[in-house]
C-alpha cells in the first residue's frame, strides 16, 4: 500500500484555468504538506496543515488554496494558473516526530 | 531565506568507494535533521535521521554525523552502488512557536553520480 499518494501524477492545463491535485495518506498522521520543487530541484514548503491550524509560507501566492476534507486528505486548488506555477509538487505527511513521508510528485505543466 | 545549504551540488564517486555528502544548517534551535533521497521521476524517501542530542547514527551502509558546533551535518554511504545514484536534500525539522506545527527546510540537494 501506497503511504502517501497524490494524483494525478502529470497535470498539463493552458494558462488561467483552475486545478486541483488530491493528496492522501494513510499513515494515520496528523500533518501534512505541500511542497514546491523547482527546475533546480529546490524544495520549498508551501503549506503545513493539521487539524487544528494552517500554515501558510507568506511567499505563496493566495491563488493557492489547501483544502482538507479529512484528517487523511489535503487536497491542492489552484486558481488562475500561470507559467511560472510550472513546477513538481509534491505532497507529505509526519507524526509528531517530525519525520516525513513524500508522494511520488505531480508534474504540473502551464502552456 | 534558506537555513539549510550543501558544500557540493555534485559529487561523482566509483562503485564500491565511500561517499560523503556535507550540509550545513545556519538554525541553532534546529533539533532534528534528516537526510532524504530523491531518485529520478520519484519523491523524496528518507534514509536516516539524527536528533540533536546525539553526534552520530549509523544504519544500513549510511552514517549520519552532526557537529552542532559549526553546524554541520555529513551522510556517509559506504561501498557506493550504482542504485546510489540520486540527489540527495539534507533537511531541518524545528519546531515552530505553535504546538504541532512541524517544518521541514530542505538544503539545495546534490546530485551523486556512481561510476560503474
Known amino acids: 500500500d501506497t503511504a502517501v499518494s497524490q494524483t494525478p501524477k502529470y497535470l498539463v492545463t493552458q494558462m488561467g484555468n483552475d486545478k486541483s491535485i488530491k493528496c492522501e495518506q494513510n499513515l494515520g498522521h496528523d500533518t501534512m504538506y505541500w511542497y514546491k520543487q523547482d527546475s533546480k530541484k529546490f524544495l520549498k514548503i508551501m503549506f503545513s496543515y493539521n487539524n487544528k491550524e494552517l500554515i501558510i509560507n507568506e511567499t505563496v501566492p493566495n491563488r493557492f488554496s489547501p483544502k482538507s476534507p479529512d484528517k487523511a486528505h489535503l487536497n491542492l486548488h489552484i486558481n488562475s494558473l500561470e507559467l511560472g506555477d510550472s513546477a513538481v509538487y509534491f505532497c507529505?505527511?509526519?507524526?509528531?516526530?517530525?519525520?516525513?513521508?513524500f508522494g511520488q510528485g505531480t508534474r504540473l505543466t502551464v502552456v | 531565506g534558506e537555513s539549510v545549504g550543501l558544500h557540493l551540488p555534485t559529487l561523482s564517486v566509483q562503485e564500491g568507494d565511500n561517499s560523503i555528502i556535507n550540509c550545513a544548517y545556519s538554525n541553532s534551535a534546529s533539533d532534528y535533521f534528516i537526510w532524504y533521497k530523491q531518485e529520478s521521476g520519484k519523491g523524496p524517501q528518507f534514509i536516516i535521521d539524527?536528533?540533536?542530542?546525539?553526534d552520530k547514527r549509523q544504519g544500513q551502509r549510511v552514517t549520519v554525523l552532526l557537529n552542532k558546533t559549526v553546524k554541520h551535518l555529513s551522510l556517509q554511504i559506504a561501498a557506493t552502488q550504482p542504485g546510489d545514484s540520486a540527489v540527495y536534500f539534507c533537511a531541518e525539522n524545528s519546531v515552530k512557536e505553535r504546538a504541532g506545527s512541524y517544518q521541514l527546510t530542505f538544503g539545495k540537494g546534490t546530485k551523486l553520480s556512481v561510476i560503474p
Open positions: 539524527i536528533r540533536s542530542n546525539m
Open positions: 507529505a505527511s509526519s507524526s509528531r516526530t517530525g519525520k516525513a513521508f
